[in-house]
């Protein structure tokens, strides 16, 4: 039987070569790679755990980083004032249009913080299923809440472990402003990552890494429409998307997809016994940073150079910043390629100081001054 799938296996390889689930995109047109990532200003020193960043109403940038959240305010956004502290890791953030600030707490849930009261308001359950990993929440004008769990039962620090395994098991949850009256709107989305409502307020934008999709979906009433596909094949893992303050979006990719790692997709045989036997940090598998370990794959001279790493090699990490215009096209990109510094683009959000970015593979908060059209 085993030889058959093989044999099952190769035939569509040949028959479909170029199918939609094995060809990767070419970074081109508005996508094609540069250093401008690189030669981004970083922000203050580096934050260990960086995870999210979005914009206050007053010119300030909130920040999870770790268990924390900090706002970042004044000259060059270099003052720091600890938010808040959570048991869990604090990841997504987004504000809502009553002034609160959301966050999604690894191990909890949502939490709602009032500028006027220090105590959060918790949102832990939906469909009486507890929340394990939140990775991203947004806010309708309408004052409706909407969030994303990457896996069921699975921390975010684990995404690894879900890509590897081949899960699909994400949910896209609803509540009211109140945190009220959550539901369950949508089952089975492969690590889903990124999640925005439109300027117009009248469509949900989603991300799902696994699938390297981008979809929206018409605000109808309490629910959402049928789903349409606006990217269906990304030549990378999305992370999270965020207004750009002119209708447009600003979306991370926390890494990018190899030909490489998709074959050891395909290869059930050897990734599950690399599962069993192998740390994950050496897996044959995306990261948010890499390079600095001589045990890491990909090490060979095509990839190095008298320790040099090569920008145009085969990336284990890449820095990638998309700008994406209202209909979903991109318009314009920041790279760090695979030789470069800021890998692991997790976020990123427009401020009258320029666009912050987290680039979570180094810890750095970055400032591209200027605007991303």
Same mark, same amino acid.
């Given at each position: 039987? /085993?030889?058959?799938?093989h044999?099952?296996?190769?035939?569509?390889?040949?028959?479909?070569?170029? &199918?939609?689930?094995?060809?990767?995109?070419? $970074?081109?047109?508005?996508?094609?790679?540069?250093?401008?990532?690189?030669?981004?200003?970083?922000?203050?020193?580096?934050?260990?755990?960086?995870?999210?960043?979005? /914009?206050? @109403?007053?010119?300030?940038?909130?920040?999870?980083? !770790?268990?924390?959240?900090?706002?970042?305010? &004044?000259?060059?956004?270099?003052?720091?004032?600890?938010?808040?502290?959570?048991?869990?890791?604090?990841? +997504?953030?987004?504000?809502?249009?009553?002034?609160?600030?959301?966050?999604?707490?690894?191990?909890?849930?949502l939490?709602? $913080?009032?500028?006027?009261?220090?105590?959060?308001?918790?949102?832990?359950?939906?469909?009486?299923?507890?929340?394990?990993?939140?990775?991203?929440?947004?806010?309708?004008? #309408?004052?409706?809440?909407?969030?994303?769990e990457?896996?069921?039962?699975?921390?975010?620090?684990?995404?690894?472990?879900?890509?590897?395994? @081949?899960?699909?098991? %994400?949910?896209?949850?609803?509540c009211?402003?109140?945190?009220?009256?959550?539901?369950?709107?949508?089952?089975?989305?492969?690590?889903?990552? %990124?999640? *925005?409502?439109?300027?117009?307020?009248?469509?949900? =934008?989603?991300?799902?890494? =696994?699938?390297?999709r981008?979809?929206?979906?018409?605000?109808?009433?309490?629910?959402?429409?049928?789903?349409?596909?606006?990217?269906?094949?990304?030549?990378?893992?999305?992370?999270?998307?965020?207004?750009?303050g002119?209708? +447009?979006? $600003?979306?991370?990719?926390? *890494?990018?997809?190899?030909?490489?790692?998709?074959?050891?997709? @395909?290869?059930?045989?050897?990734?599950?016994?690399?599962?069993?036997?192998?740390?994950?940090?050496?897996w044959?598998?995306?990261?948010?940073?890499?390079?600095?370990?001589?045990?890491?794959?990909?090490?060979?001279?095509?990839? @190095?150079?008298?320790?040099?790493?090569?920008? =145009?090699?085969?990336?284990?990490?890449? !820095?990638?910043?998309?700008?994406? #215009?209202g209909?979903?096209?991109?318009?314009?990109?920041?790279?760090?390629?695979? !030789?470069?510094?800021?890998?692991?683009?997790? %976020?990123?959000?427009?401020?009258?100081?320029?666009?912050?970015?987290?680039?979570?593979?180094?810890?750095?908060?970055?400032?591209?001054?200027?605007?991303?059209?």
């Amino acid at each position: 039987m /085993a030889l058959f799938d093989h044999l099952l296996r190769d035939i569509r390889s040949v028959v479909n070569r170029d &199918g939609v689930q094995n060809a990767i995109p070419p $970074l081109d047109g508005a996508l094609s790679p540069n250093d401008r990532l690189d030669a981004c200003t970083p922000i203050g020193d580096p934050l260990p755990g960086l995870d999210d960043v979005v /914009a206050a @109403k007053d010119g300030g940038v909130y920040v999870s980083m !770790g268990k924390k959240v900090l706002r970042l305010s &004044g000259d060059g956004l270099a003052t720091r004032t600890l938010v808040a502290e959570f048991e869990g890791e604090a990841g +997504g953030l987004a504000l809502h249009p009553d002034g609160r600030l959301l966050v999604c707490v690894a191990g909890r849930g949502l939490a709602a $913080l009032d500028p006027q009261n220090p105590d959060p308001r918790w949102l832990e359950t939906a469909d009486g299923a507890s929340f394990a990993g939140l990775t991203s929440v947004t806010a309708a004008p #309408d004052g409706r809440i909407f969030m994303v769990e990457g896996s069921i039962g699975r921390a975010p620090g684990e995404w690894r472990h879900d890509l590897m395994e @081949k899960r699909s098991n %994400g949910r896209l949850i609803a509540c009211g402003a109140a945190l009220d009256s959550a539901q369950v709107l949508l089952t089975g989305l492969p690590y889903p990552y %990124g999640l *925005a409502v439109s300027a117009d307020g009248r469509q949900l =934008w989603l991300g799902e890494s =696994w699938a390297h999709r981008l979809s929206r979906f018409a605000l109808e009433g309490s629910g959402i429409g049928p789903r349409e596909v606006v990217a269906g094949n990304l030549p990378g893992y999305p992370a999270r998307l965020h207004p750009d303050g002119h209708g +447009g979006f $600003l979306l991370g990719m926390f *890494a990018r997809r190899t030909h490489l790692i998709e074959f050891v997709l @395909k290869e059930d045989d050897f990734r599950e016994d690399m599962l069993e036997t192998m740390p994950p940090d050496y897996w044959i598998a995306p990261a948010f940073a890499g390079g600095s370990d001589c045990l890491e794959p990909m090490q060979i001279g095509a990839v @190095k150079a008298l320790g040099i790493q090569k920008p =145009w090699a085969p990336p284990r990490s890449y !820095g990638l910043l998309v700008h994406l #215009d209202g209909e979903g096209e991109a318009t314009d990109s920041l790279h760090s390629r695979a !030789g470069g510094r800021y890998h692991g683009v997790t %976020g990123a959000c427009d401020t009258p100081h320029g666009v912050v970015i987290a680039a979570r593979g180094t810890g750095r908060l970055l400032l591209h001054r200027g605007e991303l059209r």
